[in-house]
């Protein structure tokens, strides 16, 4: 351990001016010369001058290009071929002395515009909510006391606290450091961590030897540290490359990128099918005029261009849901992903179990003791393993005390209460443990008025333990505590009788049945030892890992979710297989996997041990077989992650400390602890759990697939009638009918009555239990076979719907008569009836309408409704007429529309009567 203190007398030397900050060689000022060129103190600064520092330099963040504005955003919604296309018919109108066409054109153009930006802005600003709630935090001394603050509201003189799993917030001169170590890849590219020490080197020594400076964006692999902060945002050395070469990172998930490709090639299709329209009807005689615009009116119509901004939408309100229900989505595509996921790989404590720790049982002295009480209420008192009260004379408690004291001294952690409830400050594990040593009136409080500090070896996983190193009058001892198998390796003596002995194979056999017998009982084991040590100023891991006296032993009970136990079961019922991956004893996990149905008829239990025995092929082997990992490290996570993938699992994988990051970004979805989450492990994954609960896992999963069951909807009904407005429209020139729309029909069609529509379908509440249906393959398009099969279905009937009305009501009149308006009118007004009916149908893909609650999507009942008094405007207003080409039609002309439209409704029930028989004849069939 290294410390640095600040002389009594402080040499001064010149301010430097702040703008000359960034370029200061820190790491060769003494610690007195960097607390006076900043103005602070090792208690740090007060609110108010961390207050004015960050209004007057800013946010620590890294000023990023091209963010998003309402000009851009414009810019963009302009920049798109349906905006062109309708330009183009604009200008063609105005070229052919149309003016009013021109300006109705016009007027669409300004309303697609404006509602696509309110979309995307939206959605946006949506986004930006969820980004600040997945913000990085830091703990830092501001007058004198610990606060945990925003990473962006740092400022300069902040002295910052830092521990294995924290993400380094600014450029850092370290002030004191304990067995400190930091990942700097991301700046050096070297894989190997850093040590660190706080003595001041060389001015001139390289930026990866300054050992005694922590830089922004590196990570906290191991032990602890504090220091003062020296330079934030972009004054960084991270914010200088930043400043080279700045980008703005915009999320786009495969599924907008796939229908990015996919409007790309409709949009060719659609230039092409208006080329083959356009010398059809001119070939045989139409106007020129109206036929160019005509055609430009079909291209708008083939074009499904609401649907990036719709996906945009309901992406981004989507993850908002999941994020009240406590899923913070950190990037969009695990939103696909989720609906995809075939196995959960979860750690127990906290996740699967509550984490409120409780310490029921104690091993000391060679006796079994119970401990009473709930939580990390003090209230309680020790029993013998009868439950007969204890006495001073019982044999083993002068051992037991021993052992409390070292679970007293041996922590981090501080029980505190408030508004009559107790309630820890630290570690769960260690709050337990001072719990029940104050139930023997065994007080932290007063064990620090008798020992000192001097030094400590923090937890660490690939460890499993942690110490300190006390002094108490001329004596220094070790207080151990960790994994029970770890502190008996390291022990040759015991503590009995009040002698310490040595301590024997029979012992040790006692002491692992006591650990066994507690791990089946479903209780976390935790050995305590001691060791006096000398007179040592520093503590050094190989001291600890010998010649300790072993004291005793904690059975701790972390009772299971009741909620977990059913997600579990949902969790199954969906399809997915649920792996328990823990660093607890096999014994203890194996009563935790049974208690809540992960160990079922067929499930193994392996121990990291035996995955050390195995190569990667008989792990791939045996791993779908596996249900509970115990005793594992980050090391095996990614081990496990990998041989599931190996067998085209999609795998979603929680994990909280530094080390699981790696398991995380392998994983498909990596799964962030929010409350017990290290930065980097939060940083590393897909999303990110605010309370830390398996339930929350499942519900984000069944959130997932309602979002991409939507997103289907708004696909299927777009391509449907777009595809049916393309194929009545063709169909009409081959047979040599007269145009059944105006051009300024289409137009309203597909940006009118479409866009009303494709929103709501993409926010429709969930049917049914959507996690009883099997997993999606990953593979899988946004539309299957079936649906596939669907729309070349339902769009032909759109087609000869609408042209037979048309036929019927022309009558074999010419091309312009009243007839033919009549005919238009009617074949205008089918076609948006098939519109309405086919959004209402597209509500669910198996699901009868006939059995849903009719006002069950609101915005939808809304949109329609808004569609239907704008139709009436378009039909019976004068200045309406003469703009869309149409005339009034009476109550039998809306009673023959509404019904042959809805004809496209009762095709698909047919289609969803197979869907429900096929899924009752046990094929698997994707239902949304």
């Known amino acids: 351990m290294t410390r640095c203190r600040i002389p009594a007398t402080r040499p001064t030397m010149p301010k430097i001016p702040a703008d000359d900050r960034q370029s200061t060689p820190w790491h060769s000022f003494t610690l007195e010369q960097v607390f006076e060129q900043l103005d602070s103190s090792e208690t740090g600064l007060d609110e108010k001058t961390a207050s004015d520092r960050l209004e007057e330099h800013g946010p620590n963040t890294l000023s990023a290009e091209g963010g998003v504005s309402i000009a851009g955003l414009v810019i963009k919604q302009l920049s798109s071929p349906l905006i062109y296309l309708l330009i183009a018919a604009a200008l063609i109108s105005v070229w052919a002395d149309h003016l009013i066409d021109a300006a109705v054109i016009t007027a669409v153009i300004v309303l697609n515009t404006l509602i696509g930006v309110s979309q995307e802005w939206r959605a946006e600003k949506t986004l930006d909510a969820l980004r600040k709630m997945a913000a990085p935090r830091a703990r830092v001394i501001r007058a004198g006391?610990?606060?945990?603050?925003?990473?962006?509201?740092?400022?300069?003189?902040?002295?910052?606290?830092?521990?294995?799993?924290?993400?380094?917030?600014?450029?850092?001169?370290?002030?004191?450091?304990?067995?400190?170590?930091?990942?700097?890849?991301?700046?050096?590219?070297?894989?190997?961590?850093?040590?660190?020490?706080?003595?001041?080197?060389?001015?001139?020594?390289?930026?990866?030897?300054?050992?005694?400076m922590a830089w922004s964006s590196t990570s906290v692999t191991d032990g602890r540290g504090k220091g003062i902060v020296v330079a934030t945002g972009m004054n960084t050395v991270i914010g200088e490359i930043a400043g080279e070469v700045q980008s703005t990172d915009r999320m786009e998930t495969p599924l907008q990128r796939r229908l990015a490709s996919l409007g790309l090639y409709v949009g060719i299709a659609a230039v092409l099918m208006a080329t083959i329209v356009f010398t059809i009807g001119f070939g045989r005689g139409e106007d020129l005029y109206e036929m160019l615009l005509f055609s430009v009116a079909a291209a708008v119509s083939a074009i499904p261009e609401g649907l990036p901004a719709v996906i945009s939408v309901v992406l981004a309100l989507g993850v908002q849901r999941m994020a009240e229900r406590g899923a913070i989505v950190r990037r969009l595509p695990a939103v696909e992903t989720l609906g995809s996921t075939t196995v959960i790989c979860s750690d127990k404590t906290g996740t699967i179990t509550r984490n409120e720790m409780t310490a029921t049982r104690a091993w000391a002295g060679g006796e079994n003791f119970a401990i009473s009480g709930e939580g990390y209420d003090p209230k309680g008192e020790v029993m013998a393993s009868d439950g007969s009260t204890v006495g001073e004379d019982t044999r083993g408690l002068e051992e037991l005390d021993t052992l409390l004291r070292v679970g007293a001294i041996a922590t981090n952690a501080t029980l505190e209460h408030e508004k009559g409830r107790w309630y820890i400050e630290g570690s769960p594990t260690e709050g337990a443990l001072l719990a029940a040593a104050h139930k023997r009136g065994i007080l932290r409080e007063e064990l620090e008025t008798e020992l000192k500090r001097v030094d400590e070896i923090p937890f660490a996983s690939k460890?499993?333990?942690?110490?300190?190193?006390?002094?108490?009058?001329?004596?220094?001892?070790?207080?151990?505590?960790?994994?029970?198998?770890?502190?008996?390796?390291?022990?040759?003596?015991?503590?009995?009788?009040?002698?310490?002995?040595?301590?024997?194979?029979?012992?040790?056999?006692?002491?692992?049945?006591?650990?066994?017998?507690?791990?089946?009982?479903?209780?976390?084991?935790?050995?305590?030892?001691?060791?006096?040590?000398?007179?040592?100023?520093?503590?050094?891991?190989?001291?600890?890992?010998?010649?300790?006296?072993?004291?005793?032993?904690?059975?701790?009970?972390?009772?299971?979710?009741?909620?977990?136990?059913?997600?579990?079961?949902?969790?199954?019922?969906?399809?997915?297989?649920?792996?328990?991956?823990?660093?607890?004893?096999?014994?203890?996990?194996?009563?935790?996997?049974?208690?809540?149905?992960?160990?079922?008829?067929?499930?193994?239990?392996?121990?990291?041990?035996?995955?050390?025995?195995?190569?990667?092929?008989?792990?791939?082997?045996?791993?779908?077989?596996i249900a509970v990992f115990a005793r594992v490290t980050p090391a095996h996570k990614l081990r496990i992650v990998r041989a599931l993938k190996a067998h085209d699992e999609v795998v979603a994988m929680t994990g909280d400390g530094?080390?699981?990051?790696?398991?995380?970004?392998?994983?498909?979805?990596?799964?962030?602890?929010?409350?017990?989450?290290?930065?980097?492990?939060?940083?590393?994954?897909?999303?990110?759990?605010?309370?830390?609960?398996?339930?929350?896992?499942?519900?984000?999963?069944?959130?997932?697939?309602?979002?991409?069951?939507?997103?289907?909807?708004?696909?299927?009904?777009?391509?449907?009638?777009?595809?049916?407005?393309?194929?009545?429209?063709?169909?009409?020139?081959?047979?040599?009918?007269?145009?059944?729309?105006?051009?300024?029909?289409?137009?309203?069609?597909?940006?009118?009555?479409?866009?009303?529509?494709?929103?709501?379908?993409?926010?429709?509440?969930?049917?049914?239990?959507?996690?009883?249906?099997?997993?999606?393959?990953?593979?899988?398009?946004?539309?299957?076979?079936?649906?596939?099969?669907?729309?070349?279905?339902?769009?032909?009937?759109?087609?000869?719907?609408?042209?037979?009305?048309?036929?019927?009501?022309?009558?074999?009149?010419?091309?312009?008569?009243?007839?033919?308006?009549?005919?238009?009118?009617?074949?205008?007004?089918?076609?948006?009836?098939?519109?309405?009916?086919?959004?209402?149908?597209?509500?669910?893909?198996?699901?009868?309408?006939?059995?849903?609650?009719?006002?069950?999507?609101?915005?939808?009942?809304?949109?329609?409704?808004?569609?239907?008094?704008?139709?009436?405007?378009?039909?019976?207003?004068?200045?309406?007429?003469?703009?869309?080409?149409?005339?009034?039609?009476?109550?039998?002309?809306?009673?023959?529309?509404?019904?042959?439209?809805?004809?496209?409704?009762?095709?698909?029930?047919?289609?969803?009567?197979?869907?429900?028989?096929?899924?009752?004849?046990?094929?698997?069939?994707?239902?949304?």
């Open 145 to 212: 006391e610990v606060e945990v603050v925003n990473a962006e509201d740092i400022v300069v003189g902040d002295i910052l606290l830092l521990e294995a799993g924290d993400r380094v917030a600014a450029d850092v001169r370290f002030t004191d450091i304990n067995e400190l170590r930091i990942d700097e890849s991301a700046l050096t590219g070297e894989s190997d961590t850093v040590g660190k020490f706080a003595e001041r080197v060389d001015e001139n020594i390289a930026l990866a030897d300054r050992r005694n």
């Open 463 to 625: 460890f499993k333990f942690m110490a300190t190193l006390d002094r108490g009058g001329n004596t220094v001892t070790y207080h151990v505590k960790g994994a029970a198998e770890r502190i008996l390796d390291f022990s040759d003596r015991i503590l009995v009788d009040g002698e310490e002995r040595p301590l024997d194979d029979d012992m040790r056999a006692e002491i692992l049945g006591a650990a066994e017998g507690f791990a089946n009982d479903a209780l976390r084991v935790v050995a305590g030892a001691y060791k006096h040590a000398g007179d040592v100023e520093e503590a050094n891991r190989s001291d600890v890992e010998k010649g300790l006296v072993f004291v005793g032993l904690w059975g701790l009970l972390d009772p299971p979710r009741a909620e977990a136990i059913e997600a579990i079961r949902v969790a199954h019922g969906a399809g997915m297989d649920v792996k328990m991956i823990t660093g607890d004893h096999s014994a203890t996990a194996a009563a935790i996997g049974r208690s809540v149905g992960i160990i079922e008829e067929h499930g193994y239990i392996v121990t990291g041990v035996d995955l050390d025995n195995m190569d990667d092929e008989e792990l791939e082997l045996r791993v779908r077989d």
């Open 658 to 928: 530094v080390n699981d990051a790696p398991a995380l970004k392998q994983a498909d979805i990596g799964i962030a602890m929010g409350i017990a989450g290290t930065e980097v492990a939060k940083e590393a994954s897909d999303m990110v759990l605010t309370d830390d609960n398996f339930a929350t896992i499942v519900a984000a999963v069944e959130h997932g697939r309602v979002i991409f069951g939507n997103l289907r909807r708004v696909v299927m009904f777009l391509i449907t009638t777009n595809l049916g407005e393309i194929l009545a429209i063709l169909a009409a020139l081959i047979l040599n009918f007269p145009l059944p729309f105006t051009a300024i029909m289409i137009l309203w069609v597909n940006l009118v009555t479409d866009g009303v529509s494709v929103l709501p379908l993409g926010l429709e509440p969930k049917h049914g239990d959507v996690l009883s249906q099997p997993p999606r393959p990953p593979r899988e398009g946004i539309l299957n076979r079936v649906m596939i099969l669907r729309v070349l279905t339902l769009a032909p009937v759109i087609a000869i719907g609408t042209l037979l009305v048309f036929h019927t009501y022309l009558g074999g009149a010419e091309s312009g008569t009243e007839q033919h308006v009549m005919a238009q009118t009617m074949a205008f007004m089918t076609l948006v009836a098939y519109e309405w009916w086919r959004a209402v149908s597209t509500r669910s893909m198996t699901v009868s309408i006939f059995r849903m609650n009719p006002f069950g999507n609101k915005l939808l009942v809304a949109g329609i409704s808004l569609a239907a008094v704008l139709q009436v405007i378009v039909l019976y207003w004068a200045p309406a007429q003469a703009v869309f080409g149409t005339t009034s039609i009476g109550a039998a002309e809306w009673g023959i529309a509404l019904a042959v439209g809805s004809s496209v409704m009762f095709v698909d029930e047919l289609f969803k009567m197979a869907m429900r028989r096929r899924e009752a004849a046990g094929r698997s069939v994707q239902l949304t």
